[in-house]
Each structure stands twice: as C-alpha cells, then as structure tokens.
C-alpha cells in the first residue's frame, strides 16, 4: 500500500474515532457487549438517525459490526480489530519516513 493511501486509510479511522457520540458508542459497547442504536440514542439524549449515522462510521471503519436480523438488529465492536486498528495508527504516526517529515 503507497504511503498516501495508507495515510487516508489512517484518517479515515482517525475521523471515525473523533466524535463524542461514537467515543460514548465504543465505550457502551465495551461496557455492555451488544447494543440497540434506540437504546444508545436515548442514553446519549439524540435521535435514532443520528445514532444510525454515527454507527455507519464505526462500521465503515472496522471498529463495529451488526448482529441479527433487521427488526432486532444489535451492534457490537469488533475488540479484536479495534485493537489492531489503535496499534496500525500508533504505528503509522510513529513510524519515521523521510516522506512525511
């Protein structure tokens, strides 16, 4: 992979992991294991759709993924990936590169 695309790939999962709603998200699904985004939005005090789109990011991200069928949908965070998605960005960030300096 070419260093610009991984530096976008970084931020892309950089982006997903900046905003209070899906920091408060991760850490409800670390608390709680699967989680409906109806209960998240009325515990963060904000509208399904919101939640939806917040959890779209995750998702896209590799930090969450959907359990169960449509009507009973769960979200949960993928701890393994989560994981190696903080070690590939402290990676990258620490990584010397006469490209980047």
Same mark, same amino acid.
């Given at each position: 992979?070419?260093?610009?695309?991984?530096?976008?790939?970084?931020?892309? /999962?950089?982006k997903a992991l900046a905003?209070?709603p899906r920091v408060s998200?991760?850490?409800?699904?670390?608390?709680?294991?699967?989680?409906?985004?109806?209960?998240m939005a009325k515990e963060?005090?904000?509208?399904?759709?919101?939640?939806?789109?917040?959890? /779209?990011?995750?998702?896209?991200?590799?930090?969450?993924?959907?359990?169960?069928?449509?009507?009973?949908?769960?979200?949960?965070?993928?701890?393994?990936?989560?994981?190696?998605?903080?070690?590939?960005?402290?990676?990258?960030?620490?990584?010397?590169?006469?490209?980047?300096?």
């Amino acid at each position: 992979m070419s260093k610009n695309k991984k530096a976008r790939d970084i931020t892309k /999962k950089l982006k997903a992991l900046a905003s209070f709603p899906r920091v408060s998200m991760i850490k409800k699904m670390v608390n709680e294991g699967e989680c409906k985004v109806g209960e998240m939005a009325k515990e963060l005090m904000t509208d399904q759709p919101s939640m939806s789109y917040h959890m /779209k990011e995750l998702i896209d991200a590799g930090i969450a993924e959907s359990v169960g069928l449509k009507k009973e949908r769960s979200y949960r965070l993928r701890e393994e990936n989560f994981g190696n998605i903080l070690l590939e960005i402290t990676g990258f960030l620490l990584e010397k590169d006469q490209e980047y300096v």
